[in-house]
């Protein structure tokens, strides 16, 4: 005992300084590596327009999956490093660094509950946990849910335990700004609830009023939009929470990986292929074996249930829901998770042993991180992963430096819109989507695609060599730009056996020959509209003209 006594004298600043400096450095390594596709093009859109124009968002532009538009909070938290810059990297880094200080408020709270030793192995097992890493580091709105509820679980302890009013009112602004981000952690603001109606004699109303204030505030926008729009998410809220609900048997297994670090099997199979066999592995059966320790702790500890609690809160909420639960739903578990891991992992004795197991955790996961992000740079995690920013802002410089003319942009329909980002709409793009598709233009021009897909191979066929190219470490190609030139487009085109046709569509585009498709069992067929023209160049939906076909067998049955 007087060893971690003595040894905790020294944990002044120096924990604060070395659970910030790690978590900032891990969050910052290859930043460029992280996430980039539509919804990260669609926030960042807003927020360059907010910046532009200087006008209040009532939404920040995407939609959670039960149908609400999203309030516009996120887009208020990037405003600051929105003002300085737009570049996806520096962004993604100012969020990954709003994150890294949430590993500070959990050193404070390890501090309240065991001390300054349970406080550092806190901060640093949050500085390393896999989950809080990979969403940390991506542009989205749930990711910043395990910075606020870490806020709100330091706040709502704090209150239990020393009857700290102020410390309650930050926790309901934190958890107030959680809900807003994603939904699941709503129901987080039960504990809050539940301690102020249990130590109302206590209670100090400012405080709470003036939280509950900046709440309503960053809400306001959100609020004109459902009067202007007649309570349209509101209804979508009562239509979720009045249909049919399913058992979701999934949740126990994301919920073990979100805590214990399943990152690779989280990232490839997106939480859909439950195998249990990851928690026999060393550091996972570590982090929770001493989950459990932590947790009996805990309930030796005043205020210490509410940890437990905490956890349970969201998992039981996405037990019941309509359709597949993914694995950020989860986040706002995840701080009270890291807390409780640390809470056992620093009240092992001898201290010898505390502090090696400690040690050899943190070395685990910042190994663990370097082998996903060599994974993740070259491009083993697939689509479920999407290709990271790194490589499509490469593309994007690539097109601005080598086109002037129109460039079309072969990608999955889910990519679609991010180059217009990346190239701050300083090119005239038509998307195609690039997996069994390829979009010719008859008097050619340039063409970036990704390298996997349809419309490579034919352009690499038929078309010429690629230009250039951008490859990972390793040599294998992401993206390709392709000079297609006239007289090659057309004999291309003119290779199908063609039926002449003469439709108009909207006066914006005319097809004029169409080769149909001749099917044989088990054998592909390709379907081509082999001369269209665009009437009006000028008008900018051309570029975002979808081609679609259904095959009706001959029951009729599509």
């Not at 249990?276 to 996972?284: D, Q, V």
């Not at 979009?439 to 897909?453: I, N, Q, W």
Request: aromatic share 12%.
């Amino acid at each position: 005992m007087r060893t971690v006594q003595s040894f905790s004298k020294h944990l002044t600043h120096f924990d604060f300084l070395l659970t910030l400096g790690l978590a900032l450095f891990l969050r910052s390594w290859q930043i460029d590596l992280t996430q980039f596709d539509y919804d990260q093009s669609t926030l960042l859109g807003h927020l360059a327009t907010f910046v532009a124009t200087h006008q209040i968002p009532a939404s920040d532009g995407l939609v959670f999956k039960i149908g609400i538009r999203h309030p516009p909070l996120f887009t208020f938290l990037l405003a600051p490093i929105g003002w300085f810059t737009l570049d996806p990297a520096w962004i993604s880094a100012y969020q990954a660094a709003i994150d890294a200080v949430g590993a500070l408020f959990l050193v404070l709270l390890g501090r309240d509950l065991g001390g300054r030793w349970t406080g550092l192995a806190c901060g640093l097992l949050y500085a390393v946990s896999p989950a809080a890493l990979l969403y940390s580091r991506r542009i989205w709105n749930p990711d910043l849910v395990p910075f606020f509820c870490a806020v709100g679980l330091w706040g709502t302890v704090g209150f239990a335990k020393f009857g700290d009013s102020r410390r309650l009112a930050a926790a309901v602004f934190a958890l107030g700004c959680a809900a807003q981000l994603h939904l699941s952690a709503s129901v987080l603001l039960l504990v809050p609830a539940f301690l102020a109606i249990k130590g109302r004699a206590q209670l100090s109303l400012r405080p709470l009023a003036f939280a509950g204030g900046l709440v309503g505030l960053s809400l306001a926008p959100y609020v004109l939009l459902q009067i202007q729009s007649g309570g349209y998410d509101v209804e979508q809220a009562l239509r979720y929470l009045q249909g049919p609900k399913t058992v979701a048997t999934e949740v126990p297994y994301l919920a073990a990986s979100v805590v214990a670090g399943d990152l690779p099997r989280q990232v490839l199979t997106e939480g859909r292929l439950q195998d249990w066999t990851f928690l026999w592995e060393p550091g996972t059966a570590l982090t929770m074996a001493l989950l459990g320790l932590g947790t009996v702790f805990a309930f030796r500890q005043s205020s210490g249930w509410i940890l437990p609690v905490w956890c349970l809160l969201p998992l039981a909420a996405a037990l019941r829901a309509d359709d597949w639960v993914w694995p950020h739903y989860l986040l706002p578990m995840l701080p009270s998770a890291v807390v409780l891991t640390g809470f056992g992992v620093a009240r092992l004795k001898p201290w010898p042993i505390s502090a090696g197991l400690l040690a050899w955790l943190v070395l685990w996961r910042v190994a663990g991180e370097a082998h996903f992000l060599d994974s993740v740079a070259n491009l083993e995690f697939g689509p479920a992963y999407g290709i990271p920013l790194r490589y499509s802002a490469e593309a994007a410089r690539l097109a601005l430096v080598s086109t002037t003319g129109p460039l079309f942009m072969g990608q999955p329909e889910a990519a679609g819109g991010i180059f217009n980002y990346l190239t701050g709409d300083r090119l005239p793009i038509g998307h195609f989507d690039n997996r069994n598709t390829v979009v010719l233009r008859s008097g050619g021009g340039r063409y970036l695609v990704e390298a996997t897909g349809h419309a490579t191979a034919v352009l690499a066929q038929h078309l010429g060599p690629a230009i250039a190219t951008v490859s990972t470490p390793t040599g294998g190609p992401v993206y390709q730009l392709f000079d297609v030139r006239p007289d090659l487009a057309q004999t291309e085109i003119h290779r199908a056996t063609t039926s002449d046709i003469n439709l108009d569509i909207g006066h914006l585009l005319r097809l004029r020959a169409f080769a149909p498709p001749t099917f044989a069992n088990q054998q592909p067929a390709a379907a081509a509209i082999v001369t269209w023209e665009v009437t009006d160049g000028n008008d900018p939906r051309w570029g975002d003209l979808f081609f679609t076909a259904h095959l009706v067998d001959a029951r009729g049955q599509r």
